[in-house]
C-alpha cells in the first residue's frame, strides 16, 4: 500500500503548485485524507483535511484562504491546489490517510494520528 505525492517543485514567492497525491494498493476514497508539511529543522505540522466524503474541509491558519484541498474518488487521488506561495511554505509535503476511520471524522488526523503516510515531495518558494 502506497500513497505516491507529486507536483513539488522550485516556484517563486506568489505562485502557484497543485500537489498530488494517489493511491495504489488500496483505495481510500471512504476514509478521510490530509497533508502534513516538515520544513529544515522544524517539527512536522497539520496542512489540510479532507473529509471521506470531501463534503468537509479543515485548513492550519497560515494556509487558510491560499491552499484548497480536495479529491477526486474516481482516480483515487487528493490534490491541494496551493496559490500566493511565500517563502515560509518551503517544506516537504506529505500526504497522510487515516485507514482505520471508514466513514469517520478527520478529527485525530489532524493531531497527527494516521497510520498511512507518503514518501513526501519537496515545496521550495523563492523570495
Known amino acids: 500500500v502506497q500513497l505516491q505525492a507529486s507536483g513539488g517543485g522550485l516556484v517563486s514567492a506568489g505562485g502557484s503548485l497543485r500537489l498530488s497525491c494517489a493511491a495504489s494498493?488500496?483505495?481510500?476514497?471512504?476514509?478521510?485524507m490530509g497533508w502534513f508539511r516538515q520544513a529544515p529543522g522544524k517539527e512536522r505540522e497539520f496542512v489540510a483535511a479532507?473529509?471521506?466524503?470531501?463534503?468537509?474541509?479543515y485548513y492550519d491558519a497560515s494556509v487558510k484562504g491560499r491552499f484548497t484541498i480536495s479529491r477526486d474518488k474516481a482516480k483515487s487521488t487528493m490534490y491541494l491546489q496551493m496559490n500566493n506561495l511565500k517563502p515560509e511554505d518551503t517544506a516537504v509535503y506529505y500526504c497522510?490517510?487515516?485507514?482505520?476511520?471508514?466513514?469517520?471524522?478527520?478529527?485525530?488526523?489532524?493531531?497527527?494520528?494516521?497510520?498511512?503516510w507518503g514518501q513526501g515531495t519537496q515545496v521550495t518558494v523563492s523570495s
Open positions: 497522510v490517510a487515516d485507514g482505520r476511520r471508514r466513514f469517520g471524522s478527520f478529527d485525530s488526523l489532524v493531531v497527527g494520528e494516521v497510520d498511512y
Open positions: 494498493g488500496r483505495t481510500f476514497n471512504n476514509y478521510p
Open positions: 479532507i473529509s471521506w466524503s470531501a463534503t468537509y474541509t
